[in-house]
């Protein structure tokens, strides 16, 4: 029997959906459909292929062998079709992309940036995430998000299907509420991010290699939890110079080790989408206004 030559893209359109959640509700949730709808389209295609692309059971879904290969091909071929409509003039389609970025920016560049973004591009629709950035790597190479702006944790292990690319380096520095002064006499209390954490392991890092007796003062995952302590006098936060919170203040003490620089990198999956490389340059374009002091 000879395989049908032509790809509908609503198909691929929903098994790229399916991929990306890992679950057929939430895909159908994602696309506006039933559940029942994606499921046949995505045994359309797999019918099409005359192979599984999916595994599924009553818990989980997980791609075949064929289901990865097919995955990268699916994302290019719906970046083409986008780019075909938008040389073509259909530059009123509404676009998704799905943005992941440090909560960092959210309490300081971020507002300023998203409303430029509505101004240059009036149909891309962002479904914003703020996480962590360890756990936005980690979305990122499950293809949970399409592109993040956060910091580097380290040169990548192996060989993975992100596109890096740095976009601005900081000072990593102490931050402390106004007139706030380390104790002399017991160890520097410090207000950090749980592991794993890139400010994290580069303060103490710092520390033991200089010597310093420290002590978590305060955790959170959140960084309203961070300011909070921070400001409440009972220690001190690392934090890249540009993104402090308000309310808080550099803290120059000589006692105090200086930390390493911090990189902040815009990451994308391979074959990206007309929404993601729009995005893309749009950070790139406006790289300048995130080490901008943000008061």
């Known amino acids: 029997m000879t395989m049908e030559r032509d790809l509908d893209l609503r198909l691929v359109r929903s098994f790229l959906a399916v991929a990306s959640e890992l679950s057929f509700t939430r895909a159908a949730r994602r696309l506006g459909l039933s559940q029942s709808t994606i499921s046949a389209r995505v045994r359309q295609l797999e019918e099409h292929f005359s192979h599984a692309l999916l595994e599924r059971d009553t818990h989980s879904v997980r ?43 959210a309490f300081t560049h971020l507002p300023t940036f998203l409303e430029r973004l509505r101004l240059e591009h009036p149909f891309l629709d962002v479904e914003l995430s703020i996480h962590l950035s360890v756990e936005l790597h980690r979305r990122l190479r499950s293809a949970e998000l399409d592109i993040i702006l956060a910091m580097r944790p380290g040169p990548s292990r192996g060989v993975d299907a992100l596109e890096v690319e740095p976009l601005f380096s900081d000072r990593l520095v102490w931050a402390a509420r106004a007139g ?32 310093v007796a420290y002590r978590t003062a305060a955790t959170s995952t959140s960084l309203a939890g961070l300011r909070a302590a921070t400001l409440s006098g009972i220690g001190i936060m690392p934090f890249a110079e540009s993104l402090i ?9 000589p006692e105090l080790p200086p930390m390493p620089d911090v990189v902040f990198a815009l990451a994308t999956r391979r074959a990206p989408t007309r929404a993601t490389r729009d995005l893309a340059q749009a950070l790139r374009d406006h790289r300048a206004d995130f080490t901008a002091g943000s008061g």
């Not at 002399?184 to 580069?202: F, H, I, M």
């Open 245 to 253: 919170p308000g309310g808080l203040a550099l803290l120059e003490e």
């Open 180 to 211: 706030y002064e380390p104790p002399s006499d017991e160890p520097l209390p410090l207000v950090l991010y749980p592991r794993p954490s890139v400010t994290r392991d580069a303060a103490v890092g710092a520390l033991e290699s200089h010597g």
């Open 63 to 105: 791609l075949t062998p064929a289901g990865e290969r097919f995955l990268t091909y699916g994302h290019r071929i719906l970046a083409l079709a986008d780019e075909a409509l938008d040389e073509s003039g259909f530059h009123h389609r509404r676009y998704t992309v799905r943005f992941g970025v440090s909560e960092d920016f």
